[in-house]
Nanobody
Framework: QVQLVESGGGLVQVGGSLRLFCAASGRTFSRYNMGWFRQAPGKEREFVAAISGSGVNTRYADSVKGRFTISRDNAKNAVYLQMNSLKPEDTAVYYC???????????????????WGQGTQVTVSS
């Protein structure tokens, strides 16, 4: 069983920045492929970014490329999402998810992930 806890959400103005944090339990964090997803009101949950266990491979949704950066610190069992140049359409609940795997397979697909956090709210005001 892996537990994930997100934090770092909040209210920010258009063009501002936030850094989300996801803490994971477990002893083999370097084997966890990590993903960030988000769900806006009235919309389906969508992929944002993913990172492999080693941190070498990353993937991003087209809508956040160049603005968001996913990273991890395996010594701290932590994954981060740095969000810059925020837009109103980035407003959503952001979820961290993980799957224990040696390979990064279909990282944008929600069904790949076994464990999810409770989410953290990000609101971008115009």
């Amino acid at each position: 069983q892996v537990q994930l806890v997100e934090s770092g959400g909040g209210l920010v103005q258009v063009g501002g920045s936030l850094r989300l944090f996801c803490a994971a339990s477990g002893r083999t964090f370097s084997r966890y492929n990590m993903g960030w997803f988000r769900q806006a009101p009235g919309k389906e949950r969508e992929f944002v970014a993913a990172i492999s266990g080693s941190g070498v491979n990353t993937r991003y949704a087209d809508s956040v490329k160049g603005r968001f950066t996913i990273s991890r610190d395996n010594a701290k069992n932590a994954v981060y999402l740095q969000m810059n140049s925020l837009k109103p359409e980035d407003t959503a609940v952001y979820y961290c998810a993980t799957v224990v795997s040696l390979m990064m397979i279909k990282p944008s697909e929600q069904l790949v992930y076994d464990y999810w956090g409770q989410g953290t709210q990000v609101t971008v005001s115009s």
